[in-house]
């Protein structure tokens, strides 16, 4: 009862702010979407922009080029130095940040309206005329490798990276976001030029506005910056031609505290069961405290502080991904009971109340996403990657409050299979003769 009402009391505190987000396209470049939330209560500007050139698209041999590239975005460009460059941005108080992920790198750019003509002239310089000048190259090469080398030593890289490699196989998205020692090793500065020019590119970007600017001001703007970049688009990568690898993968680590990674195929953001597989995610694990995976293993079995599940839904391909952390000594039991929640949920499904509690948070909590004009910006270009319609902040409530019990059941016979696990191990179990009883 008292969760009931901390979700209702939580959906009326912050439904008005989503409500009052208004939204609306910009022509400023052909074929390229543009969204603008204007908002002139501080005189803040954040942009948001994709380009199709995430790890997935890393040539073969050669992960961890679009990572590099997008590291070495802010360092260096035009008449300027990585030194100079920063100055730059510094003098004007811009910020300036690129994430590589693995369909996209994602840039996003925050400034006093006042300094938008500069900041924009910087983005835009630093996407037409980078300049991988070779100190800069050895720098973030160097970074990158000693970042792996540390990487080593955490169970939860180690799982997660085994669990892409395993899951997706050697290529696209099996590929480690920020390659490894050896591939980094044979990145030239001229490769890194070429990835950047075919990626770099108008077609496949995405861009979201918010804050200070009207849509009249900011055309120009994005036109200088974005405008003279190809008019190209890159060849999406190959879907995987297999997901998934059943069964139970260790990879030996002297850990008190081995990591664990587990995962079965998901769903694509366009397919008409993602909403109801949201719903589903929650109540399994996304919820928290209030998730089934949570309740069974650490309240009842104190199996573990954390566990959690989440749909992610790739261009290419969707995966249900779930982590956990344990003692060595209980991973057997772990996955025993993570195998028994999902297997208990396919058979009986969700309660109403279940179903009703869900759609409740994910329908309140909603608007928490949108409480400064960075996440605004952020949350708009997500959404543009994801293929969603400029709509989608009007008619999301209500699609996912249409969903039903039966619904949810569906989508969760479709995810939660226990024999489709992929689970990985980054740790080591103490020594037995037999397995689980339902080991994979």
């Not at 940040?97 to 003509?117: F, Q």
Request: charged share 20%; with cysteine.
């Amino acid at each position: 009862m008292m969760r009931r009402l901390i979700l209702f009391v939580l959906f009326l505190a912050v439904v008005a702010p989503a409500e009052a987000a208004k939204v609306q396209p910009v022509a400023a470049l052909p074929n390229v979407p543009v969204w603008l939330s204007e908002d002139h209560t501080l005189p803040v500007i954040a942009l948001t922009a994709s380009f199709p050139a995430g790890s997935s698209y890393d040539p073969s041999g050669k992960a961890g080029m679009a990572a590099l590239a997008a590291y070495l975005l802010n360092e260096g460009a035009g008449e300027f130095n990585a030194d100079a460059y920063q100055a730059a941005l510094a003098a004007r108080g811009i910020r300036l940040e690129v994430t590589p992920t693995r369909d996209s790198i994602t840039i996003s750019l925050m400034t006093l309206s006042s300094n938008a003509k500069e900041a924009f002239r910087l983005l835009g310089m630093a996407l037409q005329k980078p300049r991988f000048d070779a100190d800069a190259v050895t720098r973030g090469r160097l970074q990158m490798m000693q970042s792996y080398d540390l990487s080593r030593e955490d169970p939860d890289a180690v799982a997660e990276r085994g669990f892409y490699s395993l899951y997706f196989g050697p290529y696209t998205y099996g590929r480690s976001i920020g390659g490894d020692p050896r591939s980094l090793a044979s990145i030239s500065a001229p490769e890194l030029k070429a990835f950047a020019k075919t990626h770099w590119v108008q077609g496949g970007l995405k861009i979201a506005v918010a804050g200070d600017i009207s849509a009249l001001t900011l055309t120009p703007l994005l036109k200088n910056a974005f405008g003279p970049l190809p008019a190209i688009a890159p060849p999406l990568p190959p879907a995987p031609s297999r997901v998934g690898a059943p069964g139970l993968h260790m990879l030996p680590m002297n850990v008190p505290q081995p990591a664990v990674y587990f995962g079965a195929p998901g769903v694509l953001r366009s397919d008409r069961d993602y909403i109801a597989a949201t719903v589903a995610n929650y109540i399994l694990g996304g919820a928290g405290s209030g998730s089934r995976l949570t309740r069974e293993i650490r309240e009842k079995r104190g199996l573990t502080y954390d566990i959690t599940t989440d749909l992610l839904p790739y261009c290419r391909a969707g995966v249900l991904l779930g982590t956990v952390q344990t003692r060595r000594d209980a991973v057997r039991e772990t996955i025993t009971a993570l195998k028994e929640v999902m297997r208990k949920f396919v058979a009986e499904g969700p309660s109403d109340q279940e179903v009703a509690d869900a759609k409740l948070y994910l329908n309140g909590s909603f608007p928490l996403s949108f409480t400064s004009n960075a996440d605004i910006a952020a949350q708009l270009n997500t959404f543009q990657q994801l293929g969603l319609p400029l709509d989608y902040l009007d008619r999301r409530a209500a699609m996912i409050s249409t969903v039903s019990r039966d619904d949810v059941l569906r989508a969760a016979r479709r995810l939660f299979d226990p024999a489709r696990l992929t689970i990985v191990v980054a740790g080591s179990l103490p020594t037995r003769n037999t397995e689980p009883a339902d080991s994979p």
